[in-house]
């Protein structure tokens, strides 16, 4: 399993924090059992939100076929004539 890059663990983070924010002033519970489901609510919530965010991938490994093959042919080297 690949570790979280910062980008991730960050906006995973923030929904945390935010969503359980939200509804915990939302729902005016004052009960453990409905402040824990909450919690447990944003958790799988911000781990969504982790999971989503796009891994950075490397520029090469995702060129059009046409890249490629341009990068592949060789280049002819131009000469010079002085005249």
Same mark, same amino acid.
């Given at each position: 399993m690949r570790r #979280?890059t910062?980008? *991730?663990?960050a906006?995973g =983070?923030?929904t945390v924090?935010? =969503?359980t924010? %939200?509804?915990l !002033?939302? =729902? *005016?519970?004052?009960?453990?059992v $409905?402040?824990?489901?909450?919690?447990v609510g944003?958790l799988v919530? $911000?781990?969504?939100? &982790? !999971?989503?965010? #796009?891994a950075r991938? /490397?520029?090469t490994a995702?060129?059009? #076929?046409?890249a490629r093959? %341009?990068?592949?042919? /060789?280049?002819? &080297?131009a =000469?010079?004539?002085?005249n």
């Amino acid at each position: 399993m690949r570790r #979280p890059t910062a980008a *991730q663990l960050a906006y995973g =983070s923030c929904t945390v924090i935010l =969503s359980t924010l %939200a509804m915990l !002033l939302l =729902s *005016q519970t004052s009960s453990v059992v $409905g402040i824990s489901l909450i919690a447990v609510g944003a958790l799988v919530l $911000g781990l969504l939100v &982790a !999971l989503t965010v #796009p891994a950075r991938t /490397p520029r090469t490994a995702s060129a059009s #076929p046409v890249a490629r093959a %341009a990068a592949q042919e /060789p280049v002819a &080297a131009a =000469s010079v004539h002085d005249n």
